[in-house]
C-alpha cells in the first residue's frame, strides 16, 4: 500500500516559484507511474503533470506546460514537482498520485488510484 505525503505547499507571490515533494511511505514508487493534480475552490480536481514510472515520459496539462517540471527520485522514492513563473490561478490544493505500471494513460485524474493528503499553494497577485 503506497502512503504519499506531500510537502512544500505554502502562500508566494505571483511569479515566485515553489517545489512540492511527494514522498511514499509504504511500498516502493519506483514501478508506478506518478502525477501531480490541483483542486482550486469550487473546481474540480485537474490534472496538472505525471511521470512515466521509469521517468523516461513527462506530461503536462497546457495550462503549466514551460513552467512547471515534474521529476523523480526512485532511490528516495520522492516525486517533484518544480513550479515557475506562478500565477494566482495556480493557487489550489496539491495531490500526489500514483497509478499502477500497467497503465498506459497517465493523464486523467481517474487513472490514479493512491492520493496523497494534498498540500495548499496560495499564490497573490
Known amino acids: 500500500q503506497l502512503q504519499l505525503v506531500e510537502s512544500g505547499g505554502r502562500l508566494v507571490q505571483a511569479r515566485g516559484s515553489l517545489r512540492l515533494s511527494c514522498a511514499d511511505y509504504g511500498c516502493n514508487i519506483s514501478t508506478e507511474h506518478m502525477g501531480w493534480c490541483r483542486q482550486a475552490p469550487g473546481k474540480e480536481r485537474e490534472f496538472v503533470a505525471a511521470?512515466?514510472?521509469?521517468?523516461?515520459?513527462?506530461y503536462y496539462a497546457d495550462s503549466v506546460k514551460g513552467r512547471f517540471t515534474i521529476s523523480r527520485e526512485n532511490a528516495k522514492r520522492t516525486v517533484y514537482l518544480r513550479m515557475n513563473s506562478l500565477k494566482p490561478e495556480d493557487t489550489a490544493v496539491y495531490y500526489c498520485?500514483?497509478?499502477?505500471?500497467?497503465?498506459?494513460?497517465?493523464?486523467?485524474?481517474?487513472?490514479?488510484?493512491?492520493w496523497g493528503q494534498g498540500t495548499q499553494v496560495t499564490v497573490s497577485s
Open positions: 511521470i512515466w514510472w521509469s521517468g523516461g515520459n513527462t
Open positions: 498520485a500514483a497509478a499502477e505500471r500497467w497503465r498506459t494513460v497517465v493523464t486523467r485524474r481517474d487513472t490514479y488510484t493512491y
